[in-house]
């Protein structure tokens, strides 16, 4: 059961100094979670802060969804820590809801997805498509074989020797070599002057449909969320996922990510790997 009761959280703007509501905190009732499920931070770094304090720091954080304040201290969750509540007997779960919807206008096109963010949004682009408001068709930037762009407003350049590119996402070229466990593909990729694939659109996971690929991802902690290398979430994990198989709220078991059916999920950095499974290497550019 959620409760009417809310908190409202505001910020003074640095020019104007005039209160902006942004968000929300809806108090769900009786509910808890621990803290190793998710947190945003490791169990040695929980912190003693005010109540108000504490929901300020999940609103900032993009990937704060839960904010558990029991008895002055404070822990972020993310979103999967969804499925972890627990009956309590106290009130101290709060789920993030953000008061502005920048997706309001219908800012994406070509049926792409719009994420809602604190300040702006985001597409999610579909197939054959990308830009900020995925309103560009990537067959209009097509290259010739063995050739790729930077960005779309680059011309044409040749891959580097055995690399390759492919229309369906002309943005990178890439490189195949099979049977390698994380710390292993990442090597052989910097040994490259490359680094592993980081495939956040669509159009790109549509490349490769039936392998299976290390991605440029990993953690260090039970909960600590995937990121690409430029600080961005990964998205579009398959359902369920991450699960940290075999593992549990204190032992991390699976810290890397691979990508399947272009879907991604966690898995040990030391699983054996299939014959037919292939690792993606983008090309670095100097």
């Known amino acids: 059961m959620i409760n009417k009761f809310r908190i ?20 769900i009732e009786k509910k808890n979670v ?28 993009e990937f704060c969804e839960f904010v558990v304040y029991n008895n002055g201290y404070c822990s972020l969750h993310t979103e999967f820590a969804l499925n972890r509540l ?34 702006k949004y985001e597409c999610s ?6 830009g900020y408001n995925c309103d560009k068709k990537i067959s209009e930037f097509n290259c010739s074989f063995g050739h790729f762009r930077l960005n779309e407003t680059e011309p044409c350049l040749p891959c580097k020797e055995n690399f390759t590119a492919f229309n369906q996402y002309p943005f990178n070229c890439y490189h195949f070599h099979l049977k390698l466990n994380f710390e292993s593909a990442k090597s052989y990729c910097a040994s490259l002057n490359a680094t592993l694939w980081s495939p956040k659109s669509i159009s790109e996971r549509h490349i490769f449909t039936t392998e299976s690929s290390w991605v440029d991802s990993e953690i260090s902690y039970v909960g600590e969320p ?29 810290e890397a990510l691979e990508i399947h ?17 292939v690792f993606t290497i983008e090309l670095f550019i100097e």
Do not use: M
């Open 261 to 277: 059916l272009e879907a991604v999920n966690d898995l040990n950095r030391n699983s054996d790997r299939k014959t037919d499974q």
């Open 125 to 130: 682009c579909v197939n054959g498509y990308f």
């Open 86 to 119: 627990q009956d309590s007997i106290l009130n101290v779960v709060y789920r993030k809801n953000l008061i502005i919807n920048h997706c309001a206008s219908l800012p994406c096109l070509n049926d792409a997805t719009c994420l809602n963010k604190i300040n």
């Open 34 to 61: 621990p803290f190793k499920n998710y947190s945003l931070v490791p169990e040695t770094h929980i912190i003693e802060l005010s109540k108000t304090v504490c929901l300020n720091q999940c609103l900032k954080n």
């Open 226 to 254: 995937f990121v690409w290398p430029d600080g961005s979430k990964v998205s579009f994990l398959k359902n369920g996922e991450p699960n940290n198989s075999e593992g549990n709220d204190k032992l991390l078991n699976e």
């Open 8 to 27: 409202l959280i505001s910020f003074l703007l640095l020019k104007c100094f005039q209160p902006s509501y942004i968000g929300q905190f809806i108090l």
